[in-house]
């Protein structure tokens, strides 16, 4: 055991829920990242704060604990995810199926040790494939989540697939069902999180498959400005406030 110093568990914004913080006091907040959260709270986004469990960033360098629990609730075939928002996925999938369009949640909440798993198979592959150890490592770390960096242990992230091409392959993205959710998860909450244009942010490869949920207000501008988490967290309210000066603020 021993204490985990990854307490950064609940990064960036979610720590901040938890401050006695008066209305219209700026914040400022380092990510491990370099990238800087902002935030000006009025009473309406003191309230919003409340819901902010649903930008919780993992990554390489925010980690999530290894006693991380969360309540889950089963979707699709065996999989599960945060209880909260299973609803959203289904009426997701349900959306796309009335279109004739089949997606699969394949992989959703995956355990810390599943993880170390995943890692360790993958690595063993590389070092079969004749990689010299450093390089497998850092090869595995970019294919396969590190142990505690992986957003499937958050129970928000879900790997959807086309029933027609279910591999976790690039192609993924030329399928009916992806091209759909490119232009439909943001109504349920969900982002493409690994675009193939952040890759140098997030420190993951393209990922046609992975979706995460942070909520629809947050989708919604996330995939309007195409952006990955990383950068919409530098700034939320901000780029909230630019997508509703240019009109498409719904509400
Ligand atoms: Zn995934």
Known sequence: ???KISVLLLAGILWMAALPLEAGAAVHFVH???????????????????????????N??????EDFEVERTKVGNNQYVDARIADSLNAMLAAAEEEGITIYPISGYRSYSRQVSLYQNKIRRLLKEGYEPVEAVEEAGTVVAVPGTSEHMTGLAVDLVDAGYTLLEEEQENTPGYQWLLQHCMEYGFIVRYPEEKKEITGIIYEPWHFRYVGEE???VIMHYGLCLEEYLEDPEGYQQQYEEEGKGFR
């Not at 704060?49 to 960033?57: A, G, K, T, V």
């Not at 390489?60 to 604990?65: I, Y």
């Open 1 to 3: 055991m021993g204490q």
């Open 32 to 58: 491990k990242t370099g990238y800087q959260v902002r935030l000006e709270l009025d009473e309406e986004r003191r309230q919003r704060r409340l819901d902010e469990w649903r930008l919780i960033l993992v």
């Open 60 to 65: 390489f360098e925010n980690k999530l604990d």
């Open 218 to 220: 947050h989708a919604r």
